[in-house]
């Protein structure tokens, strides 16, 4: 590929999409050193290939593809002594795996929305909690405020993120 156009439309496109093909991957590759190997050989047959993909087009759903072929020749070399799903079923849960990825991707942008909604004390308790490493009680030792207290706290802020994001996707199903 020399057209330096079609080169940066590519590294856009599989930034903005290795971590659902990633996701994809392990689905089917419970291993994540084994994923992390079929990634890379998807990452390069979709370079090589990327002349086929027509621009425009649902590039996750093109990678998507790809991966599976990349699985299903990676789970071919390793056949001895394991069972494997059918080519059928496979094929639905392909499917199946990519609708549920827009799904979670409206789901994930309509949470990043009602984090924006929460009262900043509220927001900074979910960073918190939500930190690598953060218990609880570590939490609840910062604030100064009890385990409990912080556990009904957490509560209340799950639930009111979980209605707005109700409220967040049924307005955008509404429109």
Request: glycine share 4%.
């Amino acid at each position: 590929m020399t057209d330096p156009s079609r080169t940066e439309e590519f590294v856009r496109l599989l930034t903005l999409h290795q971590r659902r093909v990633y996701v994809f991957i392990l689905a089917q590759l419970p291993n994540r050193a084994d994923a992390d190997d079929v990634l890379q050989e998807t990452n390069v047959v979709l370079w090589n290939k990327f002349d086929q993909y027509q621009p425009g087009s649902d590039f996750r759903s093109w990678a998507a593809r790809v991966a599976h072929f990349e699985v299903l020749k990676f789970c071919g070399r390793r056949r001895k002594g394991v069972l494997y799903f059918s080519d059928p079923l496979v094929e639905d849960l392909l499917t199946m795996a990519l609708a549920r990825a827009d799904e979670l991707d409206a789901r994930q942008e309509a949470l990043a929305h009602c984090l924006t909604k929460l009262r900043p004390r509220d927001r900074d308790l979910i960073r918190r909690r939500y930190s690598p490493g953060a218990s609880t009680k570590s939490v609840a030792h910062g604030v100064g405020r009890s385990v409990d207290a912080i556990y009904k706290a957490l509560q209340r802020i799950h639930d009111t993120l979980f209605q707005c994001i109700g409220r967040t996707l049924a307005k955008e199903g509404a429109e």
